[in-house]
């Protein structure tokens, strides 16, 4: 069973960059689209962001676009979630997870029934 262990969160200011990372606990991950997921007190979890089994392809929720990427290095069985001009809105746990699939073309990544595997979290917050 692929365990996932986040790290990278913290406090920080409005604007500032944090860098998260989800370390898997073996290689069958590179096989497998990944995604990170994040869930504010008394709010669902939401999708944040995805990337398939290569790194060629990434996919955003809207609400992160432009400020946030994803990327993986396969080599370090780790995925990464580079987020730059944070907002107080972004302050959450944020969740890493392995998707059941390779790609997330059709389908999509936004699903959380759709991933197998599930990291602890890692707290984010955005202060003022």
């Known amino acids: 069973q692929v365990q996932l262990a986040e790290s990278g969160g913290g406090l920080v200011q409005v604007g500032g960059s944090l860098r998260l990372s989800c370390a898997a606990s073996?290689?069958?991950?590179?096989?497998?689209?990944m995604g990170w997921f994040r869930q504010a007190p008394g709010k669902e979890r939401e999708f944040v962001a995805a990337i398939d089994y290569s790194g060629a392809s990434t996919y955003y929720a809207d609400s992160v676009q432009g400020r946030f990427t994803i990327s993986r290095d396969n080599a370090k069985n780790t995925v990464y979630l580079q987020m730059n001009n944070l907002k107080l809105e972004d302050t959450a746990v944020y969740y890493c997870a392995v998707h059941f699939r390779f790609t997330c073309s059709g389908g999509g990544c936004a699903t959380p029934v759709d991933y197998d595997y599930w990291g602890q979290g890692t707290q984010v917050t955005v202060s003022s």
């Open positions: 073996e290689r069958s991950f590179t096989n497998r689209a």
